[in-house]
C-alpha cells in the first residue's frame, strides 16, 4: 500500500458499537494519528461523538464499505469483512429491494420474509435451471441447481443442509428444494414418483409440526429425505429419516402454542360423517389441545387441511381403511388425555370412574378391553427374581403413566406413518446418485432449556464442525487450483465441546449411568457432572443453582435446567399397558407395538407349558437404549452420510420475533448469525484473500489507472501485474493465481479510492474545459449582438436614402407612363377606322364569287340525277331477263330433285331419323299425357274436397237457421249462391278434363298407328336389305364357282347391263342420301328447339326399386346396361355440366344401343370374312389364286368403305349426343334439382361409363380385325406376281368380259367414289383448320401491333428516367412469360418423353417379335414370304392425377415416403411432394370406391409421421419438412372435397379432381390435430436449441464496445460452480442469434411451410427470447444497469430489423418484445422525481407493476458517480394507482403458447401436371 494512503483519515467512514442497533455509522471529521486516545466521529444525525481508542480495550473501529458495494449478492464481495458489514448488507437488501437471498461465501443466507412471495413458480425454477450459481441472483433454486449439477458433472452424492432456528423458514427452503427437484428431475415412468416425494410434505407437516410462539408451522422433528436418482438423472424414489420427535408436546404445550396439526384438523372436522365415529368435539374440550389457550391460527383452515392430508395419503398408496385407522389412533390419544383419574383416600392409590366415557371411546377406537385398561392405568406391576407384585399408583403417578402412554403411542403412529411413507417413496431400480435435504432444528435458547435443547444444541454442534471443515477445505482448494501459496488459517474448532457431550465419562455417558440406577435423580446427576467437568473450557456451573449446567456452545453459553433430564432420557412406558395395547382387535393398532424382532409362534403349538416358577424375561438390550444413546447414534449415522456428500448449506434467520413482514431486528439477526456459522465463514475468509477478481474484469475495471502506452500490451495478465505492482507496495496484499487476482480484505476498497478519484480529477478536467469553452461561447454571443446593432443602423440610413431614390424614380416613371397612354389611344382610334372600310370592301367581293360557284354546282347535280336514272332502267330490264331464265332453269332442276325426293322417301336412313323423331315424340307425349293426368287427378281431389267442406258448412248454416229464425236468411242465400257457382266450376273442369282427353286419345292412337306404319315400312327397308346383301353373297359364291365355267357371250352381256344398271342406281340412292341427310339435319335442328321450348322435362326417372325397368315412364323395353355404350367425350362433357345440369334422354340410349348392335353386327361379319379367306387361301391351289386374290381385294375393299362409313356415322352420333347433352343441360339449369334428378343422373353417368367401356372393347375388336385384314392384304400382294402369270393364259383360253369382271368394276367404282369422297372432305377439312389457323394468327399479330402501338406512344411520353424504368420493367415482364413459356415446354417436352419411352418398349416388342417370326420363317421353307403380325396399340389415356399402387406395396410407399425420405432428397422438387403423392393415392382409392383403402391410406399415413416425429424428436428440419406435408395434406383434402367453402380459388379442372365418394371430414380434423402437435414440437425444438444462445446473446454480449462496465464480482463464482472440464459455458453473439433464427426460417420456407405459420412461429420464438431475458433481467443484479439497457435497446432494435428484412412485419413478433423493450427504457430514464414515476408508469405498460419495482430495485450503478433509486421513489411506483390489471407472479411464462391458427391455403398446383422423380424410387405407381 502506498506511504501515503492511511485509512482512518477525514471523511471516512466507520461502524461503532451500538447497544440498541449493534453498529451504527460514523464519520471521521479529523485525521487520526496513530497513538491518538480519542477518534473524532459525526454520527448520520450530525452528532459529534469522541470515540476513545486503546490498544487493548478499544480498537480502532471497523471501516465500513463504499456505496457502490453496499447491496451486493455475495457477502464475501465486500471489500471489508466483518460483522456490521455483513449485517448493514443483510439489512439494506432485505429492507429496500426486499432481497431475502443473499450468499455468504458458500452459504446461502434465507431471511423470513413472513409474506407469502412470488418467487417460487414454475417459471423461476425453469430459469435457474441449468445456470451457474454466480450467474443469478441468490435463490434456493440456485443451490438446488447446484447440486443437480454437481451430482451429474461429479457423479457424488450432494447434501442441502437447511439450518436454523424455529421461525425462520426451515421447512419452507427444503419443500421449495424439493420441488425444485420435483420438477427439474421428474420421472420419466408412470409412477409420478416426484408427486409423491412432495405428496410426503403435507403429511410429516400434518403429524410433526406444531404452533410455537416463534413460528405457526415449527418443524417439532428433524428429518433428512434422501431423494434417487437413475444414470439419467431423473427421480426414481426417496427415503426419509427423522430425529428427535418433540413428544412431549402431546400432553404438554406452553401459552399460546397447539399441539401437532393433525389433532386440530381433526377436531375441525368431527362433523362430517365420515368422522362421526371418532366421537370428536372441539378441541377446547381435550385437554391435550387446549393447553395453549388458543386452538386457532390466522389464516389457516384445518378442515382444508385435513382433505389436503388424506389426499396425499391416497397419493402415496395408503388405503382408506388404513387412514381410517391413522385417525382412530389419533382421536384415541385426546381421547386418553381426557380420562379423569380420581385419587382414593389414602392418597396412594387412584382409580377411574366406571362410567367415564373417554375411556369407553379410548379402548373402542383401539380395540382393547375396557376393564384392563381401567385396571392398568392406576396400577403397575413389580418383577422381581422371585416373584410378581401388582402395585397401586397415586394419581400423580397414574398421570404420568397416561401421558406417557400417549407419548408413546404417538411416537409409534409417527414411525408407523413415515415408515409407509418411505415403502411407497421405495423403488425396486438400481439408485445411481442421490441428494439429501435435511430440514433440522437451529441452535436454540430459552429462559428454561430442557433435554430438547441440548439434543438440538449437540446435532448443531456436529453440524458446526462439519461445516467449518468443509469452508475450511474449499478455501484449500480454490487456492491449490490457483497455485496461490497456501498459509494455515486459524480457525474456531468445536471438538472440544463435542468430547464434552459424547466422549467417555462424558454428558451422555453420565446420563445413561444415572438412568440406569434404581434410584437415580436429576439432582444427583447434576453433582456428578460438577465433579467431573468442572475443568473443562465449555463447562460451567451456576452461581445460583446446583440443579442446572452451561455449556459454552460455538454459538453462544447456554444454562440448561437438569429436572426431567433422566425421565426424558429413559421414556419410560408401562409393559402392561403396552400388552393390552398388542392384543387389540385392529391389526394396526397391535402392529405398532410390536417389535422387529418378535416372531409369531407357530399356529400349531396350542398347548402352553407353564414353569413351576416364574423366571424374568431375559433382558432386551435394545429396548433399555435410551434416547440420548438412540440420538446419538442416529446423529453418527447422519454425518457419515454428510461426510460422504457434497454438503451445500442454507441458513435461515428469522428478522424479529412479532413474525411482521419485511421488519428487521438487528439483534436478533446478529445472533443468529454467529450461532449458525456465516460470521464464521466471513472470518475464514477474511483471514485469506477475500476479493477474487479475473484478469479480463479486473483489466475492465480499472484501467482508467493506466497510462496509454501500458494499455498497448496484449498480455492482459502482464498489464495487471504491472499496475497492481505499481499502486500496491505491500505485495503480501494480493497474489495473481491462474486465472484471478486475490486480495486481502481493504485492498479493493483502496483501488476503488483510486479509481474514483482518477475520475474525479478527469472531472475536474473537464469542468475546466467545459467552463472555457461557456465562456467563450458567451464573448462570442456579445461580440455578435454589438456587430449585428451596428449592422441594423447602417442598414437603417441606407434604406432611408434609397427610399428617397425610389421617389424619384417613380415621378419620372408616372410622367412617361401618362404621356405615352395618350398618344396610343388616338394612334388607335385612326387604326380601327382603316380596318372597317377594308372588312366591308372585302365582302361585297367574296359574296359575288359565292354566288357564281353556286350557279356551276347545281347544274352539275342535275346531269347527276338524270345520268343515274338512265343507268338503273338499263339495269332492271337486264335483271329481269336474268330472273326468267333462272326461274325457267331451277323448274327444270325442281322436276329432278322431286323424283328424287320420290326415291329417297323409300330410303332407310329417312325412316330412321323419322323413326327417331317420333320415338321422342312419342315420348314426350306421353310424358304430357302423364302429367296432365296427375294434375287432373289433384284438381278433382281438391274439388271434392272443397265440396265436401262446403257440404258441411252448409248443414251448418241450415241447423243453426232454424234456432236463429229470419236474422240469417241473407247470409243462408250468400251461401246458396256461393254453392251454385262452385258446382258449376266443376262441372266446366269434368267437361274440359273429358275433352282433353278425348284429344289425348285421339293423338294418341294417330300416333301410335303412325308407329306401327313405320315399323312395317322399316322392316320392309330391312327384308330388302338383307336379300340384297343375300343377293351379293350368292352372286359372290357363283362368280367364284364359275370360273372355270364358260358361258355364252349373250347371258354375259344381259348380265353386265343388269350390273350396270344397279350401279347407276345405286349411285342414284346414294345421291338421294346426301340430300335426305341435310333434311333430316334441319328437323333435328327442329326437334331441339322445339325440345327447348317445351316445358317437358326430358330424361327418364327411376328409383332404386325400379332401377332394372323402365316400362313405367315409356312404352319401350328395359335397357340393359351391359348394351348400352358412349363415348369418352360425351362422358367428360357429363362431368363437366355437373350434377345438376346433366339429363338423359332415351332416345340417346337408343342410339347407342343400336350403334353397339351395328359394330357388333360388324365385328361377327367381318370375322366371317376373314375366316373364309383364310379357308379358300388354305384350299385354293396356286392355279386359282388369282381370281381368288381378286375376289378379296374386293372385300377387302367394300369392308373398308363399311368401316369408313361407320366411322363417320360415329362422329355423327358423337356430335348429335353432346349437342342433345348440352341442351339438355341448359333446360335442366333452369329448373330446381331435386333427389330424384341426382339420382336419375347417377344410374346414366353409370350407364354412360359402362357403355363406353364397352364400346372400346368393340373398337379394339374392329382395330384388331383390320389389322388382320392387312395382314391378308400383304400377303395377297406377295402372292400376286405368281397369279399374274396364270392370268394370260386364262384370258387367251376365256371370254373377256364375264360375270366376275363386271362385279369387280362394280366394286372398283365404289371404292373409288368412297375414296374420292374420303380425301375430299379430309382437303375440306385441312383447309378449314389452315384457314382458321391463320385468321387466327392475323388477329394475333394484329393485337400485337396495337399494343406496340400503344407502348410506343405511352413511351413517347415518358420522361427519359421514366422512360428507361418502364422499358425495364417490359423487359421483366418478356423474360417472366419468356420463362413461363420454356417451363410449360419443358414440361410438355418431359411427357412427350414419357411417350417416346413407352412407345420405343412397344417398338422393342416388337423387334423381338419380328426376330422371332424371321427365325420361324426360315425353318419353314413352305412359305414364300415372311408375315408379320401388327400390334396393336391402346391408345394412351390423359393422366387424371390419381395414382394406384397395390395392396402388397402399401408398407413400401410408407417406408419410400414417410419414414426414410429425408428433406433433402425432395428439395429440388415441388415443395410438399409426399403430401401430393399420398393425396393423389387417396383420389384413386375414393375413385374406385374402396373405402378400406382410403382407411388404410390415412390411418397409416399418421402413425408413420408421429412415428418418424418420434424418432427425430430434436430434428428441426424434419419437424418442420412434416409439418408442411402434414398441413399440405390437410389443405388438399379441404380443396379437392367438394364443399363449396372450399371450392371459391378452384379451377375447372381442380373442382373435376374433387373426392366423388367418401366424406374425409372426420380424418381433417385428426389431420388438424396432428398439425398442432407437430407445431407444438417444432416450438419446443426451436426453444430448445436458442434458449441457451438467449441470455448470453442478449444480456451478455457486447453489440455495441466498451459500452458495458464491470463490477467486483463475489465469490459464488468459484470453479466449483462451473463446468471446468468442458470449457465452461459456452457463450454466443447476438448475430449467432439472428443466424440461427434466419436459418430457422430459411427452413421452413423451403419446406414450403405456409407464410402465416412461419409467422406464428416466429412469433412464438420471439416470446421465448423476450420471456427468458426478461427473467433473467429480473433476476440478475448485474445485468440491470445504464449500459446494459443500451445494450439491451440495441439489440432490440437489432432484432426488430431482422423481422423487417424478412418481411414478417405482419406476424405480431415485434409486439412479443415489448416487454423487453420497455424494460431497456426503464433502466435508461431518469428516475427521481414524482413526474418521472409518472413517465414510467405510462412508458411500461407491457410491464406489471411488481416487474418495474423489481428492476428498480436491482438497478445497480456501475460506479459511485451514478446514483441509486431511492427508496421513496420505488414506494411511490408502488403506492401510484394503476389501472392495470397485473399477473400475481414476476417473472413471465416462457412455455406459454399462442394458440395456432392453420388457415387454409389451397394450392394452385394442377395435379396433373406433377412430376415424380424417380430417385423417390416409386416405380410400383400407376399413374391413372
Not at 326461274?887 to 320420290?902: D, G, P, S, W
Request: hydrophobic fraction near 35%; charge should be neutral; proline fraction near 3%.
Amino acid at each position: 500500500m502506498t506511504s501515503d494512503y492511511y485509512p482512518y483519515s477525514k471523511y471516512t467512514r466507520v461502524w461503532i458499537p451500538d447497544p440498541d442497533h449493534v453498529w451504527r455509522a460514523a464519520e471521521i471529521v479529523r485525521d487520526y494519528k496513530e497513538g491518538e486516545p480519542v477518534l473524532h466521529l459525526t454520527l448520520e444525525d450530525d452528532t459529534p461523538l469522541e470515540y476513545p481508542v486503546g490498544p487493548k480495550s478499544n480498537p480502532l473501529p471497523f471501516l465500513r464499505n463504499p456505496d457502490i458495494l453496499v447491496g451486493e449478492n455475495d457477502l464475501t464481495a465486500l471489500s471489508y469483512l466483518h460483522e456490521p458489514a455483513v449485517l448493514h448488507n443483510l439489512k439494506v437488501r432485505f429492507l429496500e429491494p426486499n432481497h431475502i437471498y443473499t450468499y455468504c461465501g458458500i452459504v446461502l443466507v434465507a431471511i423470513n420474509p413472513y409474506e407469502q412471495l412470488h418467487i417460487y413458480g414454475e417459471e423461476v425454477i425453469r430459469a435457474y435451471s441449468g445456470q451457474n450459481m454466480g450467474d443469478m441472483d441468490p435463490h434456493i433454486f440456485a443451490v438446488a441447481e447446484e447440486a443437480y449439477k454437481q451430482m451429474a458433472r461429479d457423479e457424488r452424492n450432494q447434501s442441502i443442509i437447511v439450518s436454523g432456528e424455529s421461525g425462520a423458514g426451515k421447512t419452507v427452503s427444503a419443500k421449495y428444494a424439493m420441488r425444485f427437484f420435483a420438477t427439474v428431475g421428474g420421472s420419466t415412468s408412470d409412477t409420478n414418483v416426484e408427486e409423491k416425494v412432495l405428496a410426503s410434505s403435507p403429511i410429516m407437516e400434518a403429524i410433526g409440526n406444531a404452533k410455537t410462539t416463534r413460528n405457526d408451522n415449527s418443524s417439532r422433528f428433524g428429518k433428512y429425505i434422501e431423494i434417487g436418482f437413475n444414470r439419467q438423472y431423473r427421480i426414481i424414489g426417496a427415503n426419509m429419516r427423522t430425529y428427535l420427535l418433540e413428544k412431549s408436546r402431546v400432553v404438554f404445550q406452553a401459552e399460546d402454542e397447539r399441539n401437532y396439526h393433525i389433532f386440530y384438523q381433526l377436531c375441525a372436522s368431527a362433523s362430517l360423517p365420515e368422522y362421526k365415529d371418532l366421537c370428536l368435539a372441539s378441541a377446547e374440550d381435550f385437554t391435550f389441545t387446549s393447553m395453549g389457550e388458543n386452538i386457532f391460527i390466522e389464516g389457516v383452515n384445518d378442515a382444508e387441511d385435513l382433505e389436503k392430508t388424506r389426499e396425499a395419503f391416497t397419493l402415496l398408496g395408503i388405503k382408506e381403511g388404513n387412514q381410517s385407522s391413522i385417525f382412530k389412533v389419533i382421536a384415541s390419544i385426546l381421547h386418553l388425555g381426557n380420562i379423569e383419574i380420581c385419587s382414593q383416600r389414602d392418597g396412594e392409590s387412584c382409580h377411574v370412574l366406571r362410567d367415564d366415557l373417554h375411556l369407553k371411546h379410548f379402548c373402542t377406537l383401539l380395540g382393547v378391553e375396557l376393564k384392563q385398561m381401567e385396571h392398568w392405568l392406576c396400577h403397575r406391576k413389580l418383577v422381581t427374581a422371585t416373584e410378581t407384585y401388582v402395585k397401586n399408583m397415586s394419581t400423580k403417578q397414574a398421570e404420568n403413566a397416561r401421558d406417557a402412554l400417549a407419548k408413546h403411542i404417538y411416537a409409534r403412529m409417527f414411525d408407523w406413518i413415515v415408515e409407509h411413507i418411505n415403502k411407497a417413496l421405495h423403488t425396486s431400480s438400481k439408485q445411481h446418485s442421490f441428494i439429501g435435504v435435511l430440514d433440522i432444528y437451529g441452535f436454540e435458547t430459552f429462559e428454561v432449556n430442557s433435554f430438547e435443547q441440548f439434543c438440538i444444541n449437540y446435532a448443531n454442534e456436529k453440524l458446526q464442525q462439519q461445516f467449518n471443515s468443509h469452508v475450511f477445505k474449499l478455501e484449500q482448494e480454490e487456492y491449490m487450483k490457483e497455485q496461490i501459496p497456501w498459509t494455515l488459517i486459524d480457525f474456531y474448532d468445536n471438538q472440544p465441546c463435542i468430547d464434552l457431550i459424547e466422549a467417555r465419562l462424558g454428558i451422555l455417558d453420565l446420563l445413561d449411568e444415572e438412568c440406569k440406577v434404581p434410584k437415580g435423580t436429576d439432582e444427583n446427576w447434576a453433582q456428578k457432572l460438577y465433579k467431573q467437568h468442572s475443568v473443562s473450557a465449555h463447562f460451567q456451573k451456576p452461581r445460583m443453582s446446583n440443579v442446572s449446567f452451561i455449556i459454552v456452545h460455538f454459538a453462544d453459553k447456554v444454562e440448561y435446567q437438569s429436572e426431567g433430564f433422566l425421565e426424558k432420557n429413559r421414556d419410560t412406558v408401562y409393559g402392561e399397558q403396552i400388552n393390552i395395547l398388542k392384543a387389540s382387535e385392529f391389526q394396526l393398532v397391535a402392529d405398532l407395538f410390536h417389535d422387529k424382532d418378535d416372531v409369531a409362534p407357530p399356529k400349531s403349538s396350542r398347548v402352553n407349558v407353564r414353569p413351576a416358577k416364574s423366571t424374568p424375561k431375559a433382558p432386551n438390550k435394545e429396548h433399555k437404549k435410551t434416547v440420548g444413546h438412540q440420538f446419538r447414534s442416529s446423529l453418527h449415522l447422519l454425518m457419515e452420510t454428510l461426510n460422504a456428500t457434497t454438503p451445500h448449506y442454507v441458513r435461515c434467520i428469522k428478522p424479529n420475533d412479532l413474525k411482521e413482514p419485511f421488519m428487521f431486528d438487528s439483534r436478533r439477526a446478529v445472533q443468529q448469525l454467529r450461532a449458525c456459522g456465516v460470521l464464521e465463514t466471513i472470518r475464514i475468509s477474511a483471514a485469506g484473500y477475500p476479493s477474487r477478481w479475473t484478469y479480463p474484469d479486473f483489466f475492465n475495471r480499472y484501467r482508467v489507472l493506466l497510462k496509454k502506452s501500458e494499455m498497448a500490451s496484449a498480455d492482459k495478465k502482464l498489464v495487471c501485474r504491472n499496475l497492481l505492482e505499481t499502486l500496491i507496495k505491500d505485495h503480501d496484499m494480493f497474489q495473481f493465481g491462474k486465472t484471478k487476482i486475490f486480495f486481502r480484505a481493504g485492498q479493493v476498497a483502496y483501488l476503488e479510492k483510486l479509481r474514483a478519484d482518477r475520475f474525479r480529477s478527469a472531472c475536474i478536467k473537464i469542468q475546466k474545459t467545459v467552463r472555457g469553452w461557456l465562456q467563450r461561447v458567451r464573448y462570442r454571443k456579445v461580440r455578435k449582438m454589438a456587430v449585428s446593432l451596428q449592422r441594423y443602423g447602417r442598414g437603417y440610413l441606407a434604406r432611408r436614402h434609397a427610399d428617397f431614390l425610389r421617389q424619384t424614380r417613380a415621378a419620372l416613371l408616372c410622367q412617361k407612363q401618362y404621356r405615352m397612354v395618350r398618344d396610343r389611344r388616338a394612334y388607335l382610334r385612326v387604326r380601327r377606322a382603316v380596318v372597317t372600310i377594308q372588312a366591308f370592301t372585302r365582302g361585297m367581293f367574296t359574296r359575288r364569287i359565292y354566288q357564281e360557284f353556286m350557279l356551276h354546282h347545281k347544274a352539275m347535280l342535275i346531269q347527276k340525277v338524270v345520268r343515274g336514272w338512265l343507268q338503273r332502267r338499263r339495269f332492271r330490264r337486264a335483271r329481269d331477263a336474268a330472273i326468267t331464265i333462272q326461274c325457267l332453269f331451277r323448274r327444270v332442276r325442281a322436276r329432278r330433285r322431286l323424283k328424287q325426293l320420290k326415291v329417297e322417301a323409300r330410303s332407310a336412313e329417312r325412316l330412321k331419323s323419322l323413326n327417331s323423331g317420333m320415338e321422342n315424340k312419342i315420348v314426350q307425349l306421353q310424358r304430357k299425357m302423364d302429367d296432365q293426368s296427375k294434375e287432373l287427378r289433384t284438381h278433382n281431389e281438391q274439388l271434392l274436397q272443397v265440396n265436401n267442406k262446403l257440404q258441411k258448412q252448409l248443414e251448418e248454416v241450415q241447423s243453426r237457421q232454424g234456432g236463429a229464425g229470419g236474422a240469417g236468411g241473407a247470409q243462408l242465400s250468400s251461401l246458396q249462391e256461393e254453392l251454385d257457382r262452385l258446382r258449376e266450376e266443376l262441372q266446366e273442369a269434368s267437361a274440359q278434363r273429358k275433352r282433353m282427353e278425348e284429344e289425348h286419345g285421339k293423338e294418341k292412337t294417330g300416333l301410335q298407328l303412325r308407329v306401327e306404319e313405320l315399323e312395317k315400312e322399316n322392316a320392309l327397308l330391312k327384308s330388302e336389305k338383307e336379300e340384297m346383301n343375300h343377293r351379293i353373297l350368292q352372286l359372290t359364291k357363283s362368280s367364284g364357282d364359275g370360273v372355270s365355267r364358260p358361258e355364252d357371250s349373250g347371258s354375259v352381256s344381259l348380265m353386265e347391263t343388269s350390273l350396270q344398271a344397279e350401279l347407276d342406281a345405286e349411285r342414284q340412292r346414294y345421291q338421294n342420301l346426301l340430300k335426305q341427310k341435310t333434311t333430316v339435319e334441319q328437323r333435328y335442328d327442329n326437334l331441339k328447339e322445339e325440345l327447348s321450348m317445351s316445358k317437358f322435362q326430358p330424361g327418364h326417372r327411376r328409383n332404386p326399386s325400379n332401377q332394372s325397368s323402365l316400362e313405367s315412364d315409356s312404352n319401350y323395353t328395359s335397357i340393359s346396361t351391359s348394351e348400352l355404350g358412349d363415348t369418352e367425350d360425351s362422358i367428360q362433357l357429363v362431368e363437366e355440366m355437373g350434377l345438376e345440369k346433366a339429363a338423359m334422354d332415351i332416345s340417346l340410349f337408343m342410339k347407342l344401343q343400336k350403334r353397339v348392335r351395328e359394330l357388333e353386327q360388324e365385328r361377327r361379319r367381318l370375322q366371317v370374312n376373314l375366316d373364309k379367306m383364310e379357308e379358300l387361301a388354305r384350299s385354293r391351289g396356286s392355279e386359282s389364286r388369282s381370281s381368288t386374290s381378286e375376289q378379296e381385294t374386293a372385300d377387302l375393299a367394300y369392308n373398308n368403305l363399311k368401316r369408313q362409313e361407320l366411322e363417320s356415322e360415329n362422329k355423327k352420333l358423337k356430335k348429335d349426343l353432346n349437342e342433345l347433352r348440352k341442351s339438355i343441360s341448359e333446360r335442366a339449369s333452369e329448373n330446381d334439382s331435386s333427389k330424384e334428378l341426382q339420382d336419375s343422373y347417377n344410374l346414366l353417368l353409370s350407364q354412360l361409363r359402362s357403355a363406353n367401356e364397352e364400346l372400346d372393347g368393340r373398337k379394339e375388336e374392329v382395330l384388331i380385325l383390320r389389322t388382320q385384314i392387312v395382314s391378308a392384304a400383304h400377303i395377297r400382294e406377295n402372292n400376286q406376281p405368281i397369279q399374274s402369270s396364270e392370268a394370260p393364259e386364262v384370258s387367251e383360253d376365256k371370254e373377256p368380259l364375264d360375270s366376275e369382271e363386271a362385279l369387280k368394276a362394280y366394286h372398283g367404282l365404289r371404292e373409288s367414289k368412297k375414296l374420292l369422297e374420303a380425301q375430299l372432305q379430309t382437303q375440306s377439312r385441312q383447309h378449314g383448320d389452315e384457314l382458321e389457323a391463320l385468321h387466327t394468327q392475323i388477329e394475333l399479330l394484329r393485337d400485337d401491333i396495337e399494343k406496340k402501338q400503344e407502348i410506343l406512344s405511352y413511351t413517347a411520353s415518358l420522361s427519359p428516367e421514366a422512360r428507361v424504368e418502364y422499358s425495364v420493367q417490359q423487359e421483366i415482364t418478356r423474360l417472366t412469360n419468356d420463362n413461363l413459356d420454356l417451363k410449360e415446354l419443358v414440361e410438355k417436352l418431359e411427357k412427350n418423353e414419357r411417350k417416346l419411352k413407352k412407345q420405343l418398349r412397344i417398338y422393342m416388342k416388337k423387334v423381338q417379335e419380328l426376330e422371332a417370326s424371321q427365325a420361324a420363317a426360315q425353318t419353314s421353307r413352305s412359305r414364300p414370304a415372311l408375315s408379320r403380325q401388327v400390334t396393336v396399340q391402346r391408345k394412351e389415356k390423359d393422366f387424371e392425377g390419381m395414382l394406384e399402387y397395390y395392396k402388397e406395396d402399401e408398407a413400401l410407399l410408407f417406408k419410400t415416403l414417410i419414414t426414410d425420405i429425408r428433406p433433402n432428397t425432395v428439395s429440388a422438387t415441388v415443395p410438399c411432394l409426399p403430401a401430393y403423392i399420398l393425396f393423389m393415392c387417396i383420389r384413386h382409392a375414393d375413385y374406385v370406391n374402396d373405402d378400406q383403402k382410403v382407411e388404410s391410406l390415412l390411418t397409416s399415413t399418421i402413425n408413420a409421421i408421429k412415428k418418424v416425429l418420434k424418432k427425430n424428436n430434436e430434428d428441426f428440419e424434419m419437424t418442420s419438412f412434416w409439418l408442411a406435408n402434414t398441413s399440405r395434406l390437410l389443405h388438399c383434402l379441404k380443396q379437392y372435397s367438394g364443399d363449396e367453402a372450399f371450392m371459391t380459388q378452384n379451377t375447372g379442372k381442380q373442382n373435376e379432381h374433387c373426392l366423388k365418394n367418401f366424406d374425409l371430414a372426420e380424418y381433417r380434423q385428426v389431420l388438424s390435430d396432428l398439425s398442432i402437435q407437430i407445431y407444438q414440437q417444432l416450438i419446443k425444438v426451436a426453444e430448445g436449441i436458442i434458449q441457451p444462445m438467449i441470455v448470453s446473446a442478449m444480456l451478455e454480449s457486447e453489440s455495441i464496445p466498451s459500452l458495458a462496465g464491470v463490477k467486483t464480482m463475489g465469490y459464488r463464482n468459484r470453479s466449483s460452480s462451473m463446468d471446468v472440464d468442458s470449457g465452461g459455458p459456452a457463450t454466443y453473439t447476438l448475430q449467432a442469434l439472428i443466424r440461427q433464427l434466419g436459418q430457422f426460417h430459411g427452413t421452413m420456407r423451403d419446406h414450403g411451410l405456409d407464410p402465416e405459420i412461419v409467422g406464428q412461429v416466429v412469433r412464438q420464438l420471439f416470446h421465448c427470447v423476450n420471456a427468458v431475458t426478461l427473467n433473467n433481467l429480473l433476476l440478475r443484479k448485474d445485468v440491470c444497469s445504464w449500459s446494459n439497457g443500451m445494450q439491451l435497446r440495441y439489440n432490440t432494435s437489432q432484432m426488430e430489423e431482422w423481422l423487417r428484412a424478412n418481411n414478417l412485419s405482419h406476424s405480431k413478433a415485434a409486439e412479443t418484445l415489448e416487454p423487453i423493450i420497455q424494460a431497456a427504457q426503464l433502466l435508461q430514464v431518469k428516475k427521481k422525481t414524482t413526474q418521472d414515476a409518472e413517465a414510467i408508469c405510462s412508458l411500461c405498460s407491457a410491464l406489471s407493476t411488481q416487474q418495474i419495482v423489481k428492476i428498480l430495485n436491482l438497478y445497480t450503478p456501475l460506479n459511485e458517480f451514478e446514483e441509486r433509486v431511492s427508496v421513496s421513489f420505488i414506494r411511490s411506483i408502488q403506492t401510484r394507482p394503476q389501472q392495470r390489471h397485473d399477473p400475481p407472479q414476476l417473472l413471465m411464462d416462457t412455455k406459454h403458447m399462442f394458440p395456432v391458427l392453420f388457415p387454409y391455403t389451397p394450392s394452385a398446383l394442377s395435379l396433373e401436371t406433377l412430376h415424380i422423380p424417380a430417385s423417390l424410387g416409386l416405380d410400383f405407381l400407376i399413374r391413372v
